[in-house]
């Protein structure tokens, strides 16, 4: 199954931040059922992420959950139900120049890396409750944006 967004076109691969997999995790997040919702319409979609966002998720699910619920978390991700996707030097380098040339932004560095590996792995849809990722722009002439589920 291919999921189709509103506007019409379809997807096949998806990033996934910190953002939902927490609200995953936390069923007293206010995002858990809309992310469970979509997380259940993601059926045969390539899922990706990356290292980062896995540190991330797991001092956050840690932090607030619980280790047993971190560990469940990452036992989850090691069994495949993502491609975790490593941030590399030059990932970091383009990082750092997102964020110069966004400086009205608060991104982070989480935030500034998992752009720069989304344009590397040709990913243009993000499953994230992170209103970061419908402020970046990309592309040739700074324009392009990426699909946010849920919208």
């Not at 840690?62 to 971190?70: N, P, Q, T, V």
């Not at 991700?77 to 030097?89: E, H, K, Q």
């Not at 750092?96 to 890396?113: G, H, K, M, P, T």
């Not at 990722?133 to 002439?141: Q, V």
């Amino acid at each position: 199954m291919i999921v189709t967004l509103q506007r019409g076109y379809r997807v096949n691969k998806v990033f996934v931040d910190t953002s939902a997999f927490y609200a995953l995790a936390d069923e007293s997040d206010r995002n858990h059922r809309r992310a469970k919702d979509v997380y259940g319409g993601l059926n045969n979609v390539s899922l990706v992420t990356s290292d980062y966002v896995l540190l991330e998720c797991w001092f956050l699910i840690g932090s607030h959950l619980g280790r047993e619920k971190a560990i469940r978390f990452w036992d989850a991700l090691r069994m495949g139900i993502v491609d975790t996707v490593s941030v590399t030097a030059r990932d970091l380098d383009y990082a750092r120049e997102i964020i110069d040339r966004f400086s009205d932004q608060d991104f982070s560095l989480v935030d500034a890396s998992s752009f720069a590996v989304m344009e590397r792995e040709g990913v243009k849809t993000a499953f994230t409750f992170d209103s970061h990722f419908r402020i970046y722009r990309f592309g040739k002439d700074k324009r392009r944006h990426f699909d946010v589920i849920p919208q």
